[in-house]
């Protein structure tokens, strides 16, 4: 059975910084493809990042553009998780940030889409205030 379990999310002040964790059991990191996925109130779920590994090495790396150059996805291999750093936050950031996995052997050379994922966590909330 595949859990994610999300933590690190809070709130911080426009342009703070926050690290998400997202720690996977039943479900082996460094060999699949995982992403984060936020939903702000009264918006529809979007992909944040994403990335594909085989046999621990790095694939593809992806990120929304409205975060290019403010996030960063990570995998910590021996921990079995994935982060994402968090940076230069603004307001329009706050949502609520969601671990996803995709079925195992799946392959995406693009942003994955919130609908391609088959695994979530349960949520963690982050809120930037200005």
């Known amino acids: 059975q595949v859990q994610l379990v999300e933590s690190g999310g809070g709130s911080v002040q426009a342009g703070g910084s926050l690290r998400l964790s997202c720690t996977a059991s039943?479900?082996?990191?460094?060999?699949?493809?995982m992403g984060w996925v936020r939903q702000a109130p009264g918006k529809e779920r979007e992909g944040v990042a994403s990335f594909c590994a085989r046999d621990y090495f790095p694939l593809y790396t992806y990120y929304d553009d409205s975060v290019k150059g403010r996030f960063t996805i990570s995998r910590d291999n021996a921990k079995n998780a994935v982060d994402l750093q968090l940076t230069s936050l603004k307001p329009e950031d706050t949502a609520m940030y969601y671990c996803?996995?995709?079925?195992?052997?799946?392959?995406?050379?693009?942003?994955?889409?919130?609908?391609?994922?088959?695994?979530w966590g349960q949520g963690t909330q982050v809120t930037v205030s200005s």
């Open positions: 996803a996995a995709a079925r195992t052997g799946a392959r995406f050379n693009r942003l994955i889409r919130p609908d391609e994922y088959n695994y």
């Open positions: 039943g479900y082996t990191v460094s060999s699949n493809c």
